[in-house]
């Protein structure tokens, strides 16, 4: 049993920063890839960033730049520090881990920016 909690969301003006995190608890503690995802209203779900188990990071071209993805493998925590932000930011962003061939989710968390 796999339990994702996402932490952090809120609501910051534009040009603000947040900082989400993801802490992982349960039967698997060595994720091969972490990963964050976010939903808007009427949008489909969306890869924002992701992160391997060694570092190696990858980006969506909206947010290269202004989000930093990292993890703490120590603590099985991962976090997505979102600066500079805009109203287009405004979902549901959702925490994600892959091990082997399955991928977990967590519950969400909201992050609204407001103009």
């Known amino acids: 049993q796999v339990q994702l909690v996402e932490s952090g969301g809120g609501l910051v003006q534009a040009g603000g920063s947040l900082r989400l995190s993801c802490a992982a608890s349960g039967s698997i503690s060595n994720f091969n890839v972490m990963d964050w995802y976010r939903q808007a209203p009427g949008k489909q779900r969306e890869l924002v960033a992701a992160i391997t188990r060694s570092g190696s990071t990858n980006y969506a071209d909206f947010v290269k730049g202004h989000f930093t993805i990292s993890r703490d493998n120590a603590k099985n925590t991962m976090y997505l520090q979102m600066n500079s932000l805009k109203p287009e930011d405004t979902a549901v962003y959702y925490c994600?881990?892959?091990?082997?061939?399955?991928?977990?989710w967590g519950q969400g968390t909201q992050v609204t920016v407001s103009s």
């Open positions: 994600s881990a892959v091990y082997l061939s399955y991928r977990y």
